[in-house]
């Protein structure tokens, strides 16, 4: 059976498979929050061209304090599920933070293999299609927090789930 998750943005549609038998509780995690449209209206906030772009935030939600994005979560933390899948471009990974095991609900793109990642951040889908808007997200103008200038264009305006 395969999951899959849909970003909706404002260049299309980012279309990811999920990996439920290599990360089963983040997969849960992550199709529990988009099925409570916890994602929805969230902005991509970190932005590193050639790297990643991240998302997950719920501090997002607010354009006018950029001082706490980044920061924010569900309430809850999730035990990491390192698994033999890598970080080349496209794999769907969870952010944290030096604890291995504070992964909530941000989550990074991956936009050139970053094989140093590996064994280190929880890989738990893969885009399948829509790497090109992943790209358009990435070129973005940012400041120097490598949040983007105008949020507005990096929002993830709904992310759907299907089985």
């Not at 990096?154 to 089985?163: E, G, L, P, Y």
Request: net charge neutral; charged share 20%; glycine share 8%.
């Amino acid at each position: 059976m395969v999951h899959t998750a849909i970003i909706t943005t404002n260049y299309g549609d980012i279309k990811a498979e999920l990996y439920p038998d290599s990360a089963p509780k983040t997969v849960k995690n992550f199709k529990d929050l988009v099925e409570s449209r916890f994602y929805d209206g969230l902005i991509f906030h970190r932005i590193v061209p050639g790297f990643v772009i991240q998302g997950g935030d719920p501090n997002t939600r607010d354009l006018t304090d950029r001082t706490k994005w980044g920061t924010g979560g569900p309430g809850w933390n999730l035990r990491a599920e390192f698994n033999p899948n890598v970080h080349s471009r496209g794999a769907l990974s969870m952010a944290r933070s030096q604890d291995p095991h504070s992964a909530g609900s941000q989550f990074f793109i991956v936009l050139k293999d970053s094989n140093f990642l590996n064994g280190q951040y929880t890989v738990f889908g893969r885009v399948t299609s829509g790497m090109d808007v992943a790209d358009k997200i990435a070129s973005l103008k940012t400041n120097s927090d490598d949040s983007p200038i105008e949020a507005e264009q990096a929002k993830m305006i709904r992310v759907t789930f299907n089985v």
